[in-house]
């Protein structure tokens, strides 16, 4: 190197100079050409790029309401929401699921039920929500999970409110419950506002006032980072939380009720005939609402579904059962409204009637006959005769037209979900399902309330307000009012109504006075239920019971028990100032005035401040002297 | 010396007064000073893409002070020791390598370290250093430009530790030795035609390099094609820092504001793609500021390599510069969608310790070179 000249020297310093000066130039173009992609990125296209980074860091999230309480006529909490911590997988997040759920169960107890319940709620769930793989975490649980959370994506801690009823049975079927949101409610649902719900009213009151309960969804808008962690709320619409819903129904009556039916199965209805307001609404018997909140296991929902008690069926409003001899006020009020019969007309009763021509013989309960009756006795003493008479004279056509204003064979429009209609069977009917024409004899088969003609104890109630406020009829409504949580101001439920007109009042009295001496004849029917302290009207009745077991003779204990007669008893009391409408009915109880009056005089008593009926063990032979057909 | 340029002496007289006291300790005040502000600017960066964690601002404080410690230590050795030195560390370095290849750590997929029992080292960043000592030591031997033998066998001793790397693999290291290797040829004056047949070489050869290839390093390539074809796998990482990057606008979103950094959604945002970070807070504005804080830096280093007393100060000095260039190059380009994802990262300013104590070592070369001129000369 040292031997190189002195020029050659310069000659390399001068090469070197210039790719020094070439690659600066060099160096100048790609800093220049990466000016250039930065002022493309960070000036052309900073406003699409800005959306783009509020979209990655913005999210929208639902916030649930929180559902509305239901409370009774005294304030006593029937519906609750309680705060529960469960684990849910996000089926769209997870990969090997049956390995995840292995892995969970090492970390929280997992057992057979736990699964069995994802299993069925996986196949109901909306696309991206959470299935609950484990209910109420324990806080060690939460615990555990938080630590190894990180190994479990698409598994996640869920904090919601979860309902609780509880006072458990007593008011099961006129709450219903809610479940978790199945794909068939997603179609029949805002599905906006239940963004972030996970539970709807399946049944009874909690359906009916879904709308109500639920409230409005609320959103805000969350700064998440990459891994979809909330870190901060930027924006928020608070949701609107449901309103908290105050019933008529008072659960001392409620209680008076279902201890007065005991262990017998049967419902009772209980309305104030002034507003339409159900008092109380049992049916017996009954199950544990909150089994299905979270979805019962399938052993539980076989055993309540296969049980021979029926004990998820809603005997009150969804039992169907000819009303018996409870529709012959009414029957005798349509009588007097069209002219058919008076308050003196009188009718004898051989024990038999046939139609002019025919020789069939329908036979009156009592087989010597009753002799000459008029219209109060025809109901004091319950006698088919006379209504089959009249039955026949008013015709299927005026006889249907006249207890339909009644509500029977029509939905009462309670705000109970799944109320079933009756049957009032008409012309018209009979065409449609089973393609015949009317036989008059079927005219007085309806007379007495047998026969096709099927009424709830619902409507056998509404009905009875009805009687009771001389022709108003009131839809029954279980819920008074509702209120949003922390507010003052009430909002009532509408009333709806419409009248039963008859050209005389008086017609109101006769059949209200025949009802009364139903209790207070020393022959009524229902006598031994009378009271000084308040006077009851009222009409018993007997449902027959048409059984499918008739064949099974060999199980005849237990089958003979299931075909006796259900009884039945409407009732209400004061005479001079009604208060309270009652409908009993007790399945295969035999006789209305001895076994279903005796639970609407405790219902009554209880609620009018009556003392408390004993019931008397030795009852005599003309006490048990009852309704039949 | 009567041949003297006059630039060279002004450049003395400037250092007998100005920078008289860190000159006598071999320091370069130019570099120095820019060298200090890029290594700032890179604590804040570094302490905002970090999600203000200040561990991680100390521990790359601790880094650079030991970074900046060896640079001025290796400012003290003159040139000539330099080059007497550069083969026995360049033979030592493939040694390595090949140690790294039998016995060495798995580190995120790829052999890379060498767990020498008390320190982890990694032989491939010794390389970066000993590969353009060794070609300038080569080259220095004959006049310059070189001719053909020299060139060949000084490709030759690069693309040995360049194929030992690339198979670790590691591809991001392997250009940035390959790239030190040809630029100390640029530097040696290699012919215009040369460097054309050269290039028209490595195109033909390319094809080839996809058949050796990982498959990641296929995907990088094709997602660097169509970032979009896979948004939530190899393409994130492009898209994400682009969003960053354009979001952050002319003015930027302000330090520590960045929601793209930090919200996670910028992957490697502290390490790899800090560069973005930069865009999204600092903005157009700031960024045109780094860029020419690294300009300025790579002037210096080629106004070194252009009144450099040597041979070999010349071509280790030029080499050395015009890596940090592929550096900063490499690195915006591939945060920039410019250029596919390899994983080098932007030199001074992103956080970890080994390619920064390795490029200060070579600016300390790079000092030696400028300081050692007097000494040179007598």
Known sequence: ?629 | MATKDISSRLDENADMTQRGLLRRIHLDALLLVALLALCGFGLLVVYSAGDQDIIIVERQLTRLILAFGLMAAVAQVPPHLLRRWSFALYLFGVVMLIAVLLFGDVGKGAQRWLDLGIVRFQPSELLKLAVPMTVAWLLSERPLPPRLPWILLAVMLTLIPVLLIAKQPDLGTALLVVSAGVLVLFIAGLSWWTILGLGLTVSAIAPLAWLIMHDYQRARVLTFLNPESDPLGTGYHIIQSQIAIGSGGISGKGWLNGTQSHLEFLPERHTDFIFAVIGEEFGFAGILVLLALYFFIILRGLMITAHAHDRYGRLLAGGLTLVFFVYVFVNTGMVTGLLPVVGVPLPLISYGGTSMVTLLIGFGMIMSVETHKKKART
């Open chain 1, 1 to 629: 190197m040292r031997l190189t000249s002195l020029e050659e020297r310069q000659r390399e310093q001068r090469l070197v100079a210039t790719r020094a000066i070439v690659s600066a130039i060099i160096v100048l173009l790609g800093l220049l050409l990466l000016s250039l992609r930065l002022l493309h990125l960070q000036v052309d296209r900073h406003e699409h790029f800005t959306v783009l980074s509020k979209d990655n860091r913005v999210k929208i999230q639902p916030v649930p309401p929180a559902r509305g309480l239901i409370f009774d006529a005294k304030g006593i909490l029937l519906a609750d929401n309680h705060p529960t911590f469960s684990l849910e997988i996000t089926l769209e997040k997870v990969e090997d699921l049956a390995a995840t759920i292995d892995e969970l169960a090492q970390l929280v107890p997992i057992d057979a039920n736990d699964r069995a319940r994802f299993e069925r709620l996986k196949r109901q769930r909306m696309r991206f929500q959470g299935v609950p793989i484990r209910l109420n975490l324990t806080p060690k649980e939460m615990a555990r999970f938080a630590v190894n959370g990180h190994r479990f994506p698409g598994v996640d801690v869920r904090a919601e409110l979860v309902r609780t009823y509880p006072l458990v049975e007593a008011t099961a079927h006129v709450l219903g419950y809610v479940g978790r949101i199945n794909e068939r409610e997603m179609t029949q649902i805002d599905t906006s506002n239940y963004a972030g719900t996970h539970f709807i009213g399946k049944g009874g009151l909690e359906k009916a006032h879904e709308d109500v309960l639920h409230g409005r969804v609320g959103y805000q808008q969350v700064e998440v980072n990459a891994r979809g962690r909330i870190l901060r709320t930027l924006e928020s619409t608070p949701p609107t939380p449901g309103q908290d819903v105050f019933l008529y129904l008072d659960m001392t009556l409620q209680r008076v009720a279902i201890d007065a039916l005991g262990e017998r199965r049967g419902a009772v209805v209980a309305i104030d005939p002034r507003n339409g307001g159900v008092l109380a609404m049992v049916s017996k018997p009954s199950y544990d609402p909150n089994l299905f909140v979270e979805g019962i296991t399938q052993a539980d929902y076989n055993a309540l579904l296969h049980s021979p008690d029926k004990p998820l069926f809603d005997r009150a409003a969804r039992g169907q059962y000819p009303p018996g001899s409870t529709v012959k006020p009414f029957v005798a009020l349509g009588g007097l409204a069209s002219g058919f019969t008076t308050a003196r007309k009188t009718v004898f009763c051989s024990g038999s009637f046939s139609l002019p021509g025919q020789s069939h013989r329908f036979r009156c309960w009592r087989k010597g006959g009753h002799g000459t009756v008029n219209l109060e006795r025809a109901i004091v003493e319950s006698c088919d005769v006379y209504f089959y008479s009249l039955a026949n004279q008013m015709g299927i056509d005026r006889l249907h037209g006249f207890l339909s204003q009644f509500g029977f064979g029509m939905r009462t429009g309670i705000d109970v979900a799944g109320e079933l209609t009756g049957l009032l069977p008409s012309r018209e009917w009979k065409q449609r399902v089973r393609r015949q024409s009317w036989y008059p004899g079927e005219t007085l088969i309806v007379g007495i309330g047998q026969g096709s003609f099927l009424a709830t104890p619902l409507q056998l109630a509404a009905a009875t307000a009805t009687m009771a406020n001389r022709g108003y009829f009131i839809q029954p409504r279980l819920a008074r009012a509702s209120r949003f949580p922390g507010a003052t101001k009430e909002t009532p439920f509408p009333l709806v109504s419409h009248r039963v007109e008859v050209s005389d009042p008086h017609y109101w009295d006769s059949v209200i006075s025949a009802m009364t001496q139903v209790v207070e004849s020393p022959r009524g029917t229902a006598k031994r239920i009378r009271t000084p302290e308040y006077r009851i009207a009222g009409k018993t009745g007997t449902s027959q019971v048409f059984t499918i077991g008739q064949k099974q003779t060999y199980h005849e204990s237990k089958i003979s028990e299931r075909m006796r007669d259900h009884a039945l008893f409407i009732a209400f009391a004061p005479v001079e100032d009604p208060r309270i409408a009652v409908a009993v009915l007790v399945e295969n109880g035999g006789h209305g005035g001895s076994d279903a009056a005796p639970v609407a005089r405790r219902v009554m008593d209880a609620y009018l401040g009556g003392s408390t009926l004993i019931e008397t063990p030795g009852a005599t032979d003309a006490d048990h002297e009852s309704d039949g057909d």
